[in-house]
């Protein structure tokens, strides 16, 4: 093919994290979690994507897991259906992540040819299906089960990884084989992790190690096992046996199409010099020493090149290729990032004349626990192309970049087209490396040295994001209008701080005259008049700055195009209410202050109804020192009392997750009244005491009293918890409070 011929677009499929993994005797359930399992309708969600194939779900472990005789296919029966009405065809998963019923595991014997009984059972009730992934990931579900420990049957050794992988290969032979006695047309679609190692120079055979075995599960199914392999003595070694690699020469099973799930931390680097690292990542070989790490955390040059990678599998294997997984659980303009990023790279791969299907954008439903390798259950959670925290999956702002892909039209946003955080050279956590020719390893990056991928960059204040509109920001003096911009820093998004002297938002020309000098594609309106009892002796201050600046600021974003964000207050409701608001629920402040805030809502809505107004309450961030926290802990510290409310109970706010959610949604293209606070409702005496007990001190010397004997000028309700009928984003007050008092700390 001429070099310059332009193909069609890849094809556009999907899929959803459905990992059943087993850790002891216990099953983590991914659609379980997610509510897929419970949620048909979510199908028709997908098929709005306008998505071609999706990799699917019909699960061994959750269909018959007491056996083939006893299996319920009605699960399956009515979304296999369904998928077949809205004009989806299904990659039908059968083991992902998992290692089977309880009567099996990964290091069993028969654990090949009783995954092969399903998947014959499978291919005799859909005999329609045409594609299938027998199992997920053979080579990352054996290293985490037989070589790591992590999943069951937690093993730790080669013998026990060779054997998990042998027969998950085996598996999806001998699965094919039966499932084509039924459907001879049936495709198999092999997933697999194929990250990269990299190493110092002393460590390069280990690498090499490493790297020969990322190909092993694809070579096995290829046949390719053989005394001639790079790993024939390994895996001898580790006490297979050779006719166990060699029944892979007679019975060779070739992925019609081999599909590459790619992670921006699938690639590694291993280093000698482990005093550079954290505890968590040193092990070794028996012959070195070594820590083991995510090779963008330390790779001056960034990640192996995705192009790179999949021009070696097609010259490898010469067989189709698609990116089986593509998903960053990160921010929302990094997912967008990562996503196109991977698009861009596909369409350019089949342009030069690789057989590349298709990208499958992972995951429809976010993922749960996947920071801890899914061996706790500590509902983490990432949201991806919908997210499920709302009463029905919110379709984020992925869900638009993939309807646009999906029918050949050109997503666009203004943070797109900046360097993901993969890109940037704040991510190296640890001293960088660079590719060193002369001695075949990677070597210390030279003081002063340009990493050549790296762009050193001050987000919003230098030239590299000088042609991307930037992110307002008013309330430079405040504690929101700065972590705004402190998080817009580590995000990489291009913002401007804005004093009152820059702009004054209750001064329509002073507006008017920056928007135009600016020209931001959105505004955080974090200024605001936050003297609670002072409102009470200047009300008409209160009024003007919080009502009338939020409102000629929202009619001069309305006239323009400019997406909007504006902050209200808890303190828009009575406490006449034992359980927590809600954003329907009716306002009744009852000092000026609340006043000010309801009269703003009303009218920034009005003026802008495509403006997103946040409620929220109680803040406490690390980075200021006038917070109730962060002032009941100095006071304790020193060894003195602390005086504080034992009857108002609030819902109190970590900042730094109020940042991050408001911006997640001001990028999904929000809009409307929102609530936004951690999850939990306590009163202000114990929340001093839950911080103090958390961080090591005298929580007695906390004095708790009645609101009314604390002087406070502005009436306040008793009660004014905050939960959202729209989703409940942020994590738990618990949570919330460590990671404040472990931040504090590195402040």
């Known amino acids: 093919m001429n070099s310059t011929q332009k193909m069609s677009p890849p094809a556009v499929w999907a899929g959803l994290e459905c990992t059943v993994n087993r850790i002891g005797d216990r099953y983590f359930d991914q659609m379980e979690w997610n509510g897929h399992a419970n949620r048909i309708e979510d199908l028709k969600r997908f098929a709005a994507l306008g998505v071609e194939m999706i990799r699917y779900p019909i699960l061994w472990e959750r269909i018959a897991p007491n056996g083939v005789e006893q299996a319920d296919w009605s699960w399956a029966d009515e979304r296999l259906k369904m998928l077949d009405e809205l004009g989806i065809c299904p990659i039908a998963g059968l083991v992902h992540h998992g290692s089977g019923p309880r009567d099996t595991s990964l290091i069993d014997p028969a654990f090949p040819e009783k995954l092969a009984e399903y998947a014959r059972a499978v291919a005799e009730r859909y005999p329609w299906l045409s594609h299938y992934t027998p199992v997920n990931e053979p080579l ?57 190692t990299f190493s110092t120079p002393l460590l390069t055979y280990q690498a090499q190690l490493e790297n020969d075995r990322r190909w092993l599960s694809l070579d096995l199914l290829c046949g390719r096992v053989n005394p001639d392999h790079p790993l024939w003595s390994y895996l001898l070694g580790a006490g297979v046996e050779a006719d166990e690699l060699l029944w892979f020469e007679d019975n060779s099973c070739p992925p019609d199409i081999i599909g590459i799930n790619r992670y921006v931390c699938g690639d590694r680097f291993i280093d000698e010099r482990m005093e550079r690292y954290p505890e968590h990542t040193r092990g070794g070989n028996g ?69 590349f299907r298709a990208v499958t954008v992972w995951s429809l439903l976010g993922t749960y626990d996947w920071n801890s390798l899914v061996t706790r259950d500590d509902g983490f959670y990432e949201p991806g192309v919908f997210d499920v925290r709302s009463a029905v999956p919110r379709p984020t702002a992925i869900a638009k970049m993939v309807q646009s892909i999906a029918t050949g039209q050109e997503y666009t946003h203004p943070l797109l087209d900046l360097p993901g955080w993969w890109q940037r050279s704040q991510r190296l956590l640890y001293p960088p490396v660079n590719y060193s020719q002369k001695s075949g390893g990677w070597i210390d990056t030279e003081s002063g040295a340009v990493c050549r991928s790296v762009e050193m960059r001050r987000i919003g204040k230098d030239s590299a994001a000088a042609s991307t509109p930037p992110l307002l920001i008013t309330g430079a003096t405040g504690t929101l209008g700065q972590a705004f911009a402190r998080l817009c820093e580590i995000r990489g998004i291009p913002y401007h701080l804005l004093s009152r002297q820059e702009m004054d938002i209750t001064d329509s020309t002073s507006v008017a005259q920056a928007l135009k000098e600016l020209q931001p594609w959105a505004i955080v309106n974090a200024a605001g008049y936050v003297r609670v009892d002072d409102a009470e002796r200047e009300p008409h201050l209160c009024h003007r700055v919080n009502a009338e600046g939020a409102t000629i600021l929202a009619e001069a974003c309305a006239d323009r195009g400019i997406a909007m964000v504006k902050f209200s207050s ?12 809600t954003e329907s629920q009716q306002v009744a402040p009852l000092n000026v202050y609340g006043r000010s805030k309801a009269i703003a809502e009303q009218q920034v809505l009005a003026a802008h109804p495509n403006s997103l107004v946040i409620r929220t309450s ?130």
């Open 140 to 196: 990352t579900t054996a290293r985490f089960s037989g070589l790591y420990g992590h999943w069951y049957p937690h093993e730790r050794d080669d013998l026990m990884f060779a054997k998990a992988l042998i027969h998950e290969c085996r598996a999806t032979v001998l699965s094919m084989q039966a499932i084509r006695e039924i459907n001879p047309r049936a495709q198999l679609v092999q997933t697999e992790d194929l990250g990269k």
């Open 570 to 581: 808890d303190l828009v409701f009575d406490g006449n209410r034992a359980e927590p608001y």
């Open 618 to 747: 109680a803040f406490f961030s690390p980075w200021d020192a006038y917070n109730f926290l962060t002032i009941a802990l100095r006071t304790l510290s020193a060894g003195q009392p602390f005086i504080a409310a034992s009857d108002a109970i609030v819902s109190p706010t970590y900042v730094p997750d109020l940042v991050n959610v408001t911006l997640d949604l001001l990028i999904d293209g929000e809009s409307g009244l929102w609530h936004l606070a951690n999850e939990g409702a306590i009163a202000w005496a114990d929340l001093a005491r839950e911080a103090a007990r958390l961080a090591g001190l005298d929580h007695t010397r906390i004095d708790a009293r009645p609101a009314k004997e604390l002087n406070w000028v502005a009436p306040r309700p008793v009660y004014s918890a905050l939960t959202s009928e729209r989703g409940v984003l942020l994590p738990d007050l618990e949570q919330a409070i460590g990671r404040y008092l472990k931040e504090r700390v590195s402040a």
């Open 287 to 355: 012959k070195h020493q070594y820590a083991d790490v995510e090779a963008v955390w330390v790779c001056a040059d960034g990640i192996y090149d995705h192009a790179a990678l999949l021009k070696e599998v097609w010259q490898r294997y010469g067989q189709p290729i698609a990116i089986t997984e593509a998903h960053l659980g990160c921010t929302r303009e990094e997912q967008l990032r990562w996503l196109k990023e991977i698009w861009q790279v596909a369409q350019a791969v089949r342009n030069e004349g690789v057989d």
